[in-house]
């Protein structure tokens, strides 16, 4: 077993009672993580998805698989929602009329304004600590999760400001026992931050690799024989989850518009640059961007997923 990655293995239990509502990449690793860091807690999990739900008891993600979301909050002290942005509202709808009334809510989505409207329009008068763990794959489903994933990687934890002090700080402390650093932020800035450090950057993905596909002189078979590295990295990041982005580029729109205008005028002036023959300007902004990655190597961040080149315990 790895030790305990914040330290301490005796510390208090955040909670006692954990129930994960969506059993794919993020929730089953937090329910993989939970039970090998937090031996003391009981997870309990639930997806809407059966065949899901049939895997988590094959593979023993949890303490039990609930038959609905219902039964799966009944004594929860806890509730996570790890579904797609867009399904957030549906399901804390599910669980209403069970949540506990002292039970503290929160969700792992990848952008924050929508996700606090609808948990709580669905949840009035719960106590919800939204939060954004940085850290994922390509991949999804309860197979792909791996109880390191969050090691090392920020998760952002962006409660309203009169979230109740004790589950603010429990909140942090869950996240913190499973490995991760914790920031605070206010949704609207967490969500202009992500548009241009992960959204944006799936987006250009996604394009790129489609461009590739419908080229009419280029055959498929050339694109995936001639892919250099730049193309591959490309592929993986145009291989993550389709429901999952679709919800993201529309829950996130406004910030997401905004910086692809940015990004669209200073491709322009790229496209200029080379048009001219400005290769000073070309170098310039190359040299700057080196710049930028070699500070996010120096803060040791070499790669968006854990332990990454390592095996997945
Ligand atoms: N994939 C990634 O790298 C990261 C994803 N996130 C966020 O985590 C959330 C989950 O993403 P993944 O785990 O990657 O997705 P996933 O597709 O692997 O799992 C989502 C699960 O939610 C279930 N589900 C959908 N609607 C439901 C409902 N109403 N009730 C119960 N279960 C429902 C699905 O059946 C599926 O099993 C998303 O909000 C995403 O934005 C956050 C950080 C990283
Ligand atoms: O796989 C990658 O490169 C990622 O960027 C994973 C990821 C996807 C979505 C998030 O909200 C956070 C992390």
Not at 104 to 127: F, N, R, T, W, Y
Not at 162 to 171: E, F, I, K, N, Y
Not at 264 to 287: C, V, Y
Request: aromatic share 6%.
């Amino acid at each position: 077993m790895q030790p305990a990655p914040s330290g301490d293995a005796l510390q208090p239990l955040p909670f006692g009672r954990v129930t994960i509502i969506g059993l794919g990449l993020i929730g089953s690793s937090i329910a993989r993580a939970v039970r090998l860091y937090m031996p003391g807690a009981r997870v309990t999990g639930y997806d809407a998805d059966p065949a899901v739900r049939d895997v988590a008891v094959r593979l023993s993600l949890c303490d039990a698989v609930a038959d609905t979301p219902g039964a799966a909050v009944a004594d929860a002290e806890f509730v996570i929602f790890c579904v797609p942005v867009g399904a957030m509202g549906e399901a804390a709808a599910s669980i209403a009329a069970g949540l506990p009334a002292n039970a503290v809510v929160s969700d792992v989505g990848s952008c924050k304004e929508s996700v606090v409207e609808a948990l709580s329009a669905a949840l009035p008068g719960a106590i919800i600590v939204p939060a954004h763990p940085v850290a994922g794959t390509e991949n999804s489903g309860p197979e792909s999760g791996f109880a390191s994933l969050f090691r090392n990687r920020w998760c952002i934890v962006t409660p309203a400001p009169d979230a109740p002090a004790l589950a603010v700080s429990r909140v942090v402390a869950f996240w913190e026992q499973i490995g991760a650093e914790v920031e605070t932020m206010e949704p609207h800035h967490h969500d202009r931050v992500l548009a241009v450090t992960s959204h944006l950057p799936h987006l250009i993905a996604y394009t790129i690799v489609g461009t590739a596909s419908d080229l009419e002189e280029v055959t498929r078979s050339e694109v995936i024989k001639y892919s250099a590295g730049g193309f591959r990295d490309f592929t993986r990041i145009a291989a993550s989850d389709p429901t999952m982005w679709r919800d993201v580029f529309l829950a996130n729109k406004e910030a997401v518009l905004d910086m692809l205008q940015r990004f669209s005028e200073d491709l322009s002036a790229l496209q200029r640059a080379i048009r001219w023959g400005k290769g000073d300007e070309l170098f310039d902004l190359f040299t700057r961007t080196r710049a930028i990655r070699r500070s996010i190597l120096e803060e040791g961040q070499d790669d968006a997923r854990p332990d990454f080149g390592r095996a997945h315990e």
